[in-house]
Antibody, heavy 122, light 108 residues
């Protein structure tokens, strides 16, 4: 059974940092692109970043470029999101997600974690 | 960036009725790289349809997707009680991937 379990969320002050982790199990982690997607309270979904199987390619939404860094450790079956210079508008549930059914252009997300809440507030 | 617009914002229907949800893109979605997701309160989204019309694993055949270019449709042939939820479309053929604002299907 595919499982994605996020951790590391919490309350942080504006300008602060947080590192999210995602533990993957039930599939060959190193074979899949992985993503982070967020959802502000009561709002819709926003793709944040994704990373290629070997970590050699990474992409970000413009609003987090230069502040967030996605990474992975295939030996530990883990995905990470380092978030710096956090802003109030970064407040959201952050989902770890597996991409599948696609090709070199892009893929939809076939598995999602349950999410971890990040709250940026003073 | 491709902007997706979903209509209607809310769809009020009864169990057993047919639901038709629309997703319109600001520019053509290449090769039908369009997906639909279902999200219930307090839960993560679930993939229903990818490639505009292919059902994901385990998705009942009452869910179907169609469309191409800029206009896409998700149809639920007969609503079951568990289908009342929010539905999002997503394009993944152009970077960055983007989601529509969602359509809420609620019980009339």
């Amino acid at each position: 059974e595919v499982q994605l379990v996020e951790s590391g969320g919490g309350l942080v002050q504006p300008g602060g940092s947080l590192r999210l982790s995602c533990a993957a199990s039930g599939f060959t982690f190193s074979s899949y692109w992985m993503s982070w997607v967020r959802q502000a309270p009561g709002k819709g979904l926003e793709w944040v970043a994704n990373i290629k199987q070997d970590g050699s390619e990474k992409y970000y939404v413009d609003s987090v470029k230069g502040r967030f860094t996605i990474s992975r450790d295939n030996a530990k079956n883990s995905l990470y999101l380092q978030m710096n210079s956090l802003r109030a508008e970064d407040t959201a549930v952050y989902y770890c997600a597996r991409e599948n059914y696609g090709d070199y252009v892009g893929s939809p997300i076939d598995y999602w974690g349950q999410g971890t809440l990040v709250t940026v507030s003073s | 960036e491709i902007v997706l617009t979903q209509s209607p914002g809310t769809l009020s229907l009864s169990p057993g009725e047919r639901a038709t949800l629309s997703c319109r893109a600001s520019q053509s979605v290449s090769s039908s790289y369009l997906a639909w997701y279902q999200q219930k309160p307090g839960q993560a989204p679930r993939l229903l349809i990818y490639g505009a019309s292919s059902r994901a694993t385990g998705i009942p055949d009452r869910f179907s997707g169609s469309g191409s270019g800029t206009d896409f449709t998700l149809t639920i042939s007969r609503l079951e009680p568990e289908d009342f939820a929010v539905y999002y479309c997503q394009q993944y053929g152009s970077s960055p991937p983007t989601f529509g604002p969602g359509t809420k299907v609620d019980i009339k």
